[in-house]
């Protein structure tokens, strides 16, 4: 089938091509944003709305609930759909549709979520830029980014920035590529959540409250394994938690750099990680977080990180200023007032149950080579007895593969 090209052009006239200054909704915003919620209820598969260059103000969340759409701007600074201001729908854009691609335009100051993709198939953003312009505030929309129950998904050269919990988060997905994007001013600047095969490479986070985050949480709709973590640069992530209370990610700590939570089959390895205050890798369970015994948790869900594997990243500095009273006082106990953690903080809860000669089996180890120590927490006796020794994590794991978008989208 041709390709259904859909042009703005009379709404961009309209509206002002170039604005860039956030302005009130006038008559050219209103007839643009009906001329493109009309083409977005209308589009067939294989339609392309193009949406040329200028800043547009809309007071209402898009939909979009038919497969094999493309959206595109020109360019991510120069197509900009600004939400500020927005008063009807939580979402700037919510889709439910498979093969959809969005590329090459912006998406500001939404209420809530600013993208939400929700049950598709083979979903592409590429060139996407998610800013809440006013900074980091609580009152910013929770996700930028965000295919939630979706399979074949991929996200490239993409900017977010602003988001109160997670600026890319895939969650409860599969078969994932996310690639040469960067996340800043975030709580959390990459998230995958209960998600299964998914490669997270190339990309830059800093000036989060954590870098990249590796998540499997209670009740949900499936368990997350086999995430590799690599070619990432993840520095400075020091911003204080501003998430909405009980969220998820309120439980992050500032100067966070890749946080494993309850995750299995997760693979660390040729990362720069660098300067993140309360430690560069962080491996934890479930009943570290803060929201630990709030909620009621299904009889088979697993808490506990199994069959990590740190190896060949490269890190420096951290640790030296870590969030919270408790792992203050711990990092003061072990390394002095001017001392800091080593590269990998470990909450040090395992399943007892599994045990063999008080190591777990050798497909549930944590597998960690090339830092300049691990701290085992002692999370289970409130901190009271830490250890320094690395012998526990000398061992390897096998490698997991890449990941295969299939089909591969065609940028």
């Given at each position: 089938m041709r390709p259904l090209f859909i042009t703005l052009a009379l709404a961009a006239a309209l509206a002002g091509c170039g604005k860039q200054e956030p302005a009130p909704q006038n008559s050219a915003d209103v007839s643009f944003e009906a001329k493109l919620q009309e083409q977005l209820l209308d589009a067939k598969p294989g339609s392309v709305i193009e949406i040329p260059a200028g800043h547009y103000h809309?007071?209402?969340?898009?939909?979009?609930?038919?497969?094999?759409?493309?959206?595109?701007?020109?360019?991510?600074?120069?197509?900009?759909?600004?939400?500020?201001?927005?008063?009807?729908?939580?979402?700037?854009?919510?889709?439910?549709?498979?093969d959809f691609t969005i590329e090459n335009l912006a998406i500001e100051d939404t209420k809530g979520d600013a993208l939400k993709i929700n049950q598709g198939k083979n979903i592409t953003i590429h060139g996407v830029r998610i800013e809440w312009t006013d900074g980091p505030k609580t009152t910013n929309g929770a996700y930028g980014?965000?295919?939630?129950?979706?399979?074949?998904?991929?996200?490239?050269?993409?900017?977010?920035?602003?988001?109160?919990?997670?600026?890319?988060?895939?969650?409860?997905s599969d078969n994932i590529v996310v690639r040469n994007n960067r996340a800043e001013r975030n709580v959390a600047g990459i998230e995958i959540e209960n998600s299964t095969n998914a490669d997270v490479y190339a990309n830059t986070t800093t000036q989060n409250t954590g870098g990249i985050l590796v998540f499997n949480m209670p009740n949900l709709s499936k368990e997350g394994h086999g995430t590799r973590v690599f070619k990432n640069k993840v520095f400075g992530n020091n911003l204080g938690n501003f998430a909405a209370k009980g969220a998820a990610v309120a439980s992050v700590p500032a100067g966070s750099g890749v946080v494993i939570n309850s995750n299995d089959k997760v693979e660390i390895f040729d990362n720069d990680i660098a300067d993140n205050q309360t430690a560069n890798i962080i491996i934890a369970s479930y009943f570290s977080t803060n929201y630990y015994n709030t909620r009621g948790v299904a009889a088979n869900y697993n808490p506990y990180p199994k069959g990590i594997y740190v190896y060949?990243?490269?890190?420096?500095?951290?640790?030296?200023?870590?969030?919270?009273?408790?792992?203050?006082?711990?990092?003061?106990?072990?390394?002095?007032?001017?001392?800091?953690?080593?590269?990998?903080?470990?909450?040090?809860?395992?399943?007892?149950?599994?045990?063999?000669?008080?190591?777990?089996?050798?497909?549930?180890?944590?597998?960690?080579?090339?830092?300049?120590?691990?701290?085992?927490?002692?999370?289970?006796?409130?901190?009271?007895?830490?250890?320094?020794?690395?012998?526990?994590?000398?061992?390897?794991?096998?490698?997991?593969?890449?990941?295969?978008?299939?089909?591969?989208?065609?940028?």
């Open positions: 809309l007071k209402r969340g898009l939909s979009l609930r038919t497969d094999g759409v493309t959206i595109k701007g020109a360019g991510m600074d120069q197509t900009v759909l600004s939400f500020k201001g927005q008063v009807v729908g939580p979402e700037g854009l919510l889709v439910n549709a498979s980014l965000y295919p939630v129950k979706t399979q074949n998904v991929l996200i490239e050269d993409s900017v977010v920035i602003g988001a109160s919990d997670a600026g890319i988060y895939v969650g409860q060949g990243n490269r890190l420096k500095g951290g640790g030296d200023s870590p969030d919270g009273l408790k792992l203050k006082t711990l990092k003061t106990a072990m390394y002095g007032l001017t001392g800091s953690f080593p590269d990998v903080l470990w909450d040090g809860y395992v399943d007892t149950k599994g045990l063999v000669d008080g190591l777990p089996p050798a497909d549930d180890r944590i597998c960690i080579h090339d830092v300049s120590g691990v701290i085992n927490a002692d999370g289970p006796h409130d901190y009271k007895n830490p250890s320094k020794d690395m012998k526990p994590y000398d061992c390897t794991l096998p490698k997991l593969p890449p990941v295969a978008l299939n089909p591969e989208p065609k940028i």
